[in-house]
T-cell receptor, first 113, second 114 residues
Framework: AQSVTQPDIHITVSEGASLELRCNYSYGATPYLFWYVQSPGQGLQLLLKYFSGDTLVQGIKGFEAEFKRSQSSFNLRKPSVHWSDAAEYFCALPVQGAQKLVFGQGTRLTINP | EAQVTQNPRYLITVTGKKLTVTCSQNMNHEYMSWYRQDPGLGLRQIYYSMNVEVTDKGDVPEGYKVSRKEKRNFPLILESPSPNQTSLYFC?????????????FGPGTRLTVL
């Protein structure tokens, strides 16, 4: 069955520190993968997406993600976080011809000043 | 501005009182969908629509109805809400069903059923 797992429910990092949010997927073929961010009281905004080619994907707001087929992972990274990055982050996998997105459980990011 | 709008943004109601959450998009998207978000579960699809008059069930359709009479609108109907439908609801739209097409999300509707 297709699934997405985000092992970390909540992560706290200090402002200026590096960040890595984990995402593992289960899918029978080469997946397409998305990372979305949900700021407090807001809808979901697409940060970046992987659908082929280069396994290192650049996104908005200084985020990047690396697709690793051998590890079934698509981890999100940022070299230096800002207080405004505090939000909930979702990894998602389109399935059934993209009739739906399968989401991970989400990772809530807290930034310490 | 290209956007998906939902109304209301917040709603408190009582068990059994029919309600409708509206969703509208101005991007001429064919595909629209409803999700609910619950803590620890991420977002789960309720219903989706591939075009006008074409709707289908997602993973958690029980207790919900939808309609797609116009391309831009996709209302979510709870005919007899129950407390287990207390959740955060998101409407989304997309220009098509290619796996790489981004889904655009509305701001969410927080529903509480007492």
């Amino acid at each position: 069955a297709q699934s997405v797992t985000q092992p970390d429910i909540h992560i706290t990092v200090s402002e200026g520190a590096s960040l890595e949010l984990r995402c593992n997927y289960s899918y029978g073929a080469t997946p397409y993968l998305f990372w979305y961010v949900q700021s407090p009281g807001q809808g979901l905004q697409l940060l970046l997406k992987y659908f082929s080619g280069d396994t290192l994907v650049q996104g908005i707001k200084g985020f990047e993600a690396e697709f690793k087929r051998s590890q079934s992972s698509f981890n999100l990274r940022k070299p230096s976080v800002h207080w405004s990055d505090a939000a909930e982050y979702f990894c998602a996998l389109p399935v059934q011809g993209a009739q739906k997105l399968v989401f991970g459980q989400g990772t809530r990011l807290t930034i310490n000043p | 501005e290209a956007q998906v709008t939902q109304n209301p943004r917040y709603l408190i109601t009582v068990t059994g009182k029919k309600l409708t959450v509206t969703c509208s998009q101005n991007m001429n998207h064919e595909y629209m969908s409803w999700y609910r978000q619950d803590p620890g579960l991420g977002l789960r699809q309720i219903y989706y629509s591939m075009n006008v008059e074409v709707t289908d069930k997602g993973d958690v359709p029980e207790g919900y109805k939808v309609s797609r009479k116009e391309k831009r609108n996709f209302p979510l109907i709870l005919e007899s809400p129950s407390p287990n439908q207390t959740s955060l609801y998101f409407c989304a739209s997309s220009s098509g069903l290619a796996n790489y097409n981004e889904q655009f999300f509305g701001p969410g509707t927080r529903l509480t059923v007492l």
